[in-house]
């Protein structure tokens, strides 16, 4: 018995002590081979003493001269086109009455509660309506389809808020 748990243990040790557990070593490789000239030929010694090269001049770089850059003639300007909806007279009329409606109804409520206490999810609602009516700001101009859902979304939410502050 007491052998074949030393058996066990040794057997443990030697697994353990695998090489699935050592560390690879970086691979570094060889340095490159030094560049060496080619030796010159063998010259004839010269009897004088070697005098250094005469000093080249300075180089000087002068900078580059760009070109002054053209005066641009704004391109005619052609009017944007409507990423909307294409709506009739009569249709944009009515959104437009709409969307007056609304916004004036989501703000009548904020102002109705403006000095009334709020808890945390009161407030944030509040929130979420001043952010609905700027958005419906925004885009009355780009959009007057869109900028009516806001102006609706900031009313029902204004609604909401003010039923639950009574």
Known sequence: MRSLSLAIVA?????????????KKPVVPPAPAPVTQPAPAAAPKATKPETPPPPSKPVVHKPKVQPAPRPQTPAPTAPMPQLGAMISPAQRQQLDAVYTVDLKKARAVLKAIN?????????????????????????????????????????????????RSN
């Open 115 to 163: 000095n009334t206490p709020l808890d945390a999810q009161r407030s944030e609602m509040a929130g979420r309506v001043r952010s609905f009516i700027k958005q419906a700001e925004e885009f009355h101009a780009l959009d007057l389809a869109a900028a009516a859902e806001m102006a609706q979304r900031a009313r029902v939410l204004a609604e909401d808020l003010e039923k």
């Open 11 to 23: 057997a443990a040790v030697v697994l353990s002590t695998g090489c699935w557990q050592k560390k």
